[in-house]
């Protein structure tokens, strides 16, 4: 470990390591609620419409309660994305200075589309009880697309970042000549999108599906908790094996687009062909590789489907080119957990996917609820990995082959830094600790308002004669705009 | 040409932010002073059902301000982040408190946990744009230019504390009246002359620290001071003081709609009339706006971006501050969250 942070701390000025801290801890932070931001809506408005279509009371308590939670998430989600913004300048003013027109438009299309969020959202969470039902509706359909635009600019300037194009160096190496749709619209930008937005859904559902799939196996095997389960995991079940494709498209992309990357990604040192792949392991500076499974042939194949596909190794650019054998090694580790995690629930959808075809019913296994309760927490792992990956693998570039990230570094003294890190690792940890408390009250008062509505029905409870029956509930559907 | 049209956008969103995230932090000043849990307990509902399904959306502005500096003016938005560090670190630490604090205060029951939380919200709603504020100070004394590295005579001269309490007045002023406003629509008579008094309160102070701000400035801020008192700027400052005029008599008629229209119009003006007095400047005298200029490809997509998002989000915005006003805006109450007994639907009360 110390010769991690050696490394680490060998390749700048001494405010360069407390600054990356600070980014990573507080992106990483941020990137926990991403998912929840951009999919949550649409999954709430699935549920939505189908209470309004069908009349089910029990789905329109569901999607008020989704929207109660969103109200608490999207205003965390929004300070922490803000305090990205300051950071930018204030831990990276170098990299704005310079590249700031060049790769900004995207940010520009983001706050506008982060503008339209904010206030849709505003309309849906405090139109339930005066809005007409259907206008309610309505008026949220385009929250989705608002998040999907959001994401469209903030991926654009990270794949701008990995692949830099749409300008030409003067003499004195600034950027002229700037083509905005050339960089916007990057090699990476594709491959990067699809990959985050098909992420974030699959991440979203199956953390809400996780929350009923605890409350089932606690017993609670009633109508709403099944609703809650299987709207959400379906989602989730139908686009896991697509983001399995587009995973392993990405990757291609990577091997194609930032070959160095790629390599630190699969610890490749040497160039040459029939190179095999390594299940983690880990990277000497040497070039050698420490523990690990290793597959003989399988990187080569994967990379280009021939065990004769040359694989450009770490070695093949210089030592300053190129991540560290430490940065390298976290960059593998987070990509095989990745991959490693998406074959596992490759496994869960295909479980639920059989017992549907076959039963036309949830998995009577109780294992199977027990890894559908953790699927949402190793997917908030993968969405970590991901972006670890990624950045990690394109070190120690900001903007790869363009500048570093040591050139890009705030002038700000190392200790100020520190200090800030300090504070803000204190107030993340309150924030989100406090976040966790208020939702964990919120489903207890809730869980303890359904005991108490079942206690009122005394002995002639529905619930233990029918399972899976509507709730005791008026049969018009609630909370949608009665009078108040 | 195009970069005095970004620029007219980046004054637009300041004044936006100015006037519709400058309520919000009036609000939370509000709050600040209210008073014990029992004490302040009117005022405090007050503050929170008026503020709930808009500050979110007042807040963005900011984020779109400094997209527009670093996407439009990357020099401006580099020199100014490198220069005014930790006033700009601070606000940042504040936005975070500010917002996590009101956030989490309403999903809470228990009095201990709505205190912190409230106290975490009120007291950053009076630091951060006190820090903004003295950031935007600093600019304009001309201590900074590109190339200036951070250091904390930049933000702590006259001028800047000056900024920054004005700022912190004007959110106080506009929080007022528009609470004043609030307290009518709500029915709560007890809180329209509770609110209407601090409006006239913070009314005084801004007059008094404006009148010290003219003196602090003439030799602290020249170029500044010169366009305020003169020309154009001139006439603007002086309809923006007959606007808080105005807004002080409408107050006292209990105008409110109308004095909600004067105030943001005096606060609005002032920020308008202090960005044509930096004309040429974004920084006076070291960086024009021609020089902050990114490439002119890009200002016009921006600008393009702009446009399109004005069509898209212009009306959605409308709705927004229209059924908030009209009082359709409700958040769901615990009730519609849970069912009451076998049967029956949550009452709506």
Redesign the interface.
């Known amino acids: 470990m110390n010769s991690a942070i050696d490394h680490v701390l060998a390749d700048g000025p001494a405010q360069l390591l407390p600054a990356r801290e600070l980014m990573a801890f507080t992106l990483g932070s941020h990137i926990l609620l991403v998912p929840f931001g951009v999919a949550l809506p649409a999954v709430t408005l699935l549920m939505h419409y189908r209470g309004l279509r069908r009349g089910d009371a029990v789905a329109l308590?569901l999607a008020?309660?989704w929207?109660?939670v969103m109200?608490?998430q999207?205003?965390?989600g929004?300070?922490?994305?803000?305090?990205l913004?300051?950071?930018?300048?204030?831990l990276w003013?170098?990299m704005?200075?310079?590249?700031?027109?060049?790769f900004?438009?995207g940010?520009?299309?983001?706050?506008?589309a982060?503008?339209?969020e904010?206030?849709?959202?505003?309309?849906y969470?405090?139109?339930?009880?005066?809005?007409k039902p259907w206008t309610h509706f309505w008026?949220a359909v385009p929250l989705p697309l608002a998040a999907l635009m959001g994401a469209f600019g903030i991926v654009a300037a990270n794949s701008w970042m990995n692949t830099p194009r749409g300008f030409t160096l003067d003499a004195a190496g600034n950027?002229?000549?700037?083509?905005?749709r050339r960089a916007i619209f990057t090699p990476m930008f594709g491959p990067e999108y699809w990959h985050f937005v098909v992420g974030v859904v699959l991440t979203a559902g199956y953390v809400v599906a996780g929350v009923y799939a605890v409350g089932w196996l606690r017993g609670r095997r009633d109508r709403y908790h099944r609703l809650g389960f299987t709207v959400p995991f379906s989602v989730a079940a139908i686009l896991t094996p697509v983001q399995f494709l587009l995973g392993d498209s990405i990757a291609r992309s990577v091997f194609h687009k930032q070959p160095v990357k790629f390599a630190a990604t699969e610890i490749v040192w040497k160039t040459g062909t029939h190179v095999p792949e390594y299940m983690f392991g880990r990277l000497r500076s040497d070039g050698t590789i420490a523990g690990g499974i290793r597959i003989p042939q399988l990187d080569s194949l994967l990379a280009g489907f021939s065990t004769d596909t040359k694989v450009t190794g770490l070695s093949s650019v210089p030592a300053g080119d190129r991540p560290t054998a430490t940065q390298a090694t976290i960059a593998h580790w987070a990509f095989d957990i990745m991959v490693t995690v998406a074959s596992l629930l490759l496994l869960l959808a295909l479980w639920y996917g059989w017992c549907w075809l076959r039963r036309r019913d949830l998995p009577r296994s109780p294992w199977f609820f027990r890894c559908a309760a953790l699927a949402g927490g190793a997917c908030l792992l993968t969405v970590e990995c991901g972006w670890i990956t990624t950045e990690v693998g394109r070190q120690p570039w900001i903007v790869y082959q363009n500048m570093r990230v040591a050139e890009a570094v705030?002038?700000?003294r190392a200790s100020?830094l520190w200090t800030?890190l300090g504070?803000?690792v204190v107030?993340?940890v309150l924030?989100f600790g406090?976040?966790l408390t208020?939702l964990r009250?919120?489903s207890g008062?809730?869980r303890l308002?359904?005991e108490g509505?079942?206690a009122?029905?005394?002995t002639g409870d529905?619930e233990g004669d029918t399972p899976y029956g509507p709730?005791?509930?008026?049969p018009?559907g609630?909370?949608d705009g009665?009078?108040? | 040409m195009t970069e005095d049209a970004v620029a007219w956008v980046l004054l637009a969103a300041v004044t936006a932010y100015a006037c519709a995230g400058g309520t919000d932090y009036g609000a939370g000043f509000w709050d600040l002073l209210a008073g014990g849990a029992e004490r302040g307990r009117r005022p405090r509902w007050l503050i929170d059902h008026a503020m709930e399904p808009v500050w979110e959306t007042n807040n963005v502005w900011l984020v779109f301000i400094l997209v527009i500096m670093w996407t439009g003016f990357p020099v401006l938005f580099q020199t100014v982040f490198t220069a005014m560090w930790l006033p700009l670190a601070l606000a940042a630490v504040g936005l975070v408190l500010r917002g996590a604090g009101f956030a989490l205060r309403k999903p809470t029951r228990r009095l201990a946990g709505r205190r912190v939380y409230g106290a975490a919200f009120a007291v950053s709603s009076l630091l951060t744009p006190f820090f903004l504020g003295a950031a935007v100070g600093g600019l304009a004394t001309g201590r900074v230019a590109p190339g200036t590295k951070a250091s904390a005579e930049a933000w702590s001269n006259g001028t800047s504390v000056i900024a920054g309490l004005l700022t912190v007045a004007a959110t106080a002023f506009l929080g007022a009246v528009f609470l004043t406003a609030d307290a009518r629509r709500f029915d709560a008579a007890d809180l329209v002359g509770y609110f209407r008094l601090r409006a006239w309160c913070s009314l005084g102070a801004l007059a008094v620290l404006a009148v010290v701000g003219l003196v602090v400035t003439r030799d602290d801020a020249r170029y500044v001071h010169d366009g305020l008192t003169s020309g154009t700027g001139l006439a603007l400052v002086l309809i923006a003081v007959a606007g808080a005029l105005a807004t002080a008599g409408l107050l006292y008629r209990t105008a409110t709609g109308w004095a909600r229209i004067t105030a943001v119009g005096s606060v609005a003006l002032t920020v308008v009339a202090w960005g044509l007095a930096q004309r040429p400047y974004l920084i006076p005298t070291s960086l024009t706006v021609s020089e902050a200029a990114g490439a002119t490809t890009t200002l016009r997509w921006l600008l393009l971006v702009t446009a399109v998002a004005v069509v898209l989000v212009g009306p959605p915005l409308v709705l927004l501050y229209r059924l908030d006003t009209a009082g359709v805006l409700q958040p769901l109450t615990e009730a519609d969250l849970r069912r009451t007994a076998a049967g029956r639907e949550p009452e709506n009360p």
């Open positions: 308590l008020r309660r929207s109660a109200a608490v999207f205003a965390i929004i300070v922490t994305g803000t305090v913004s300051f950071e930018l300048g204030l003013p170098g704005m200075g310079r590249w700031g027109d060049v900004g438009l940010f520009g299309v983001e706050a506008w982060f503008f339209l904010a206030i849709l959202i505003a309309i969470l405090y139109g339930w009880r005066r809005l008026l950027p002229v000549d700037v083509d905005v705030t002038d700000a100020t800030m504070i803000v107030l993340y924030v406090a976040f208020v009250r919120m008062r809730w308002a359904d509505a079942l009122a029905a005394g529905v709730r005791p509930l008026s018009t609630g909370g009665g009078p108040a």
